[in-house]
């Protein structure tokens, strides 16, 4: 029988992102119960409600480990997990002078401290073929000028994803690894978003940008086949190659 994600429970990290939005709608759509984490509770349950009434909204702050920790506890008084995904992210970007420990710290609590603990804490809580998900990014294998914590950040994520497999099995672990997706952030992440994506589309192999969907589809292979684990899947649409 193949792995369906019906009635599942899945929770989701990050929860006020676009990513975070496909992924959990998709989710719905095939009958899992999801519920929405994030650090800002009020945001949170804005973005559940945008998805349905179904998505319960979370607190879990990834730069806090009781944080985590109280997170845990309310899922193993509900009766446990099948599978979490963190999709967060904190953005420590520009030239290497000019980077300051603290937000290098908050971009590494978002991407490799943060997920380490929810690893620590939910592992045992997470049912027979379930797995943890996270998410590292193009920045990693296509290093740029002013994007050192990001390369060194995404790029741990992938290594955690295998070192965790191994120590977690049966547990899966996996990580995927977006390319430029069309997300709000990009909004202010640049001055003009739409020429910067024609100019990503005109080097990009599949000629265009990616959209939330394309990764909730590949988030999709991860949480179901049972035979993929400490992998990372790279959903850039060749960009690495480019
Ligand atoms: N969009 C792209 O083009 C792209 C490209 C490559 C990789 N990715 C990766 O894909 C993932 C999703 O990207 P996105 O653009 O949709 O992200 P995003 O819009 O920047 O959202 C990031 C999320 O992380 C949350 N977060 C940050 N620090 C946290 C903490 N300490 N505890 C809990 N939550 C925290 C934010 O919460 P608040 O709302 O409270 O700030 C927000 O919900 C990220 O991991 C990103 O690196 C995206």
């Given amino acids: 029988m193949p792995y ?31 519920t929405l984490a ?7 349950t804005v973005a559940a409600k945008a998805i349905g009434d179904a998505v319960r909204p979370m607190t879990l702050d990834l730069s806090d480990e009781e944080s985590i920790q109280a997170a845990a506890d309310q899922v193993r008084t509900a009766g446990g997990l099948d599978h979490l995904v963190s999709v967060a992210t904190e953005r420590s970007n520009g030239p290497v002078a000019s980077l300051e420990r603290r937000a290098l710290l908050a971009a590494f609590d978002a991407k490799v401290v943060g997920p380490i603990l929810l690893a620590k804490h939910f592992a045992q809580l997470i049912a027979e073929k379930g797995s943890l998900l996270f998410f590292s990014g193009l920045a990693a294998w296509r290093p740029s000028p002013g994007l050192v914590a990001m390369a060194a950040t995404n790029g741990s994520v992938s290594t955690l994803a295998s070192a965790l497999a191994v120590e977690l099995a049966p547990t899966r672990v996996n990580a995927i690894s977006p390319g430029v997706i069309d997300t709000s952030n990009w909004d202010t992440a640049v001055p003009d978003k739409r020429e910067w994506f ?45």
Avoid: C, F, M
Wanted: proline share 4%; net charge neutral.
């Fill in 4 to 34: 369906s994600l019906k009635d599942k429970r899945v929770l989701i990290v990050g929860g006020s992102s676009d990513i975070a939005a496909a992924l959990a709608t998709d989710l719905l759509q095939e009958g899992a119960r999801v």
């Fill in 198 to 242: 024609r100019q990503i589309a005109t080097s990009a192999p599949v000629g265009r940008v990616g959209d939330p969907s394309d990764v909730s589809a590949a988030a999709h292979v991860l949480l179901v086949n049972p035979y993929i684990t400490g992998e990372t899947l790279h959903v850039d649409g060749g960009a690495r190659w480019s």
């Fill in 38 to 44: 994030g650090r800002n509770i009020e945001k949170t």
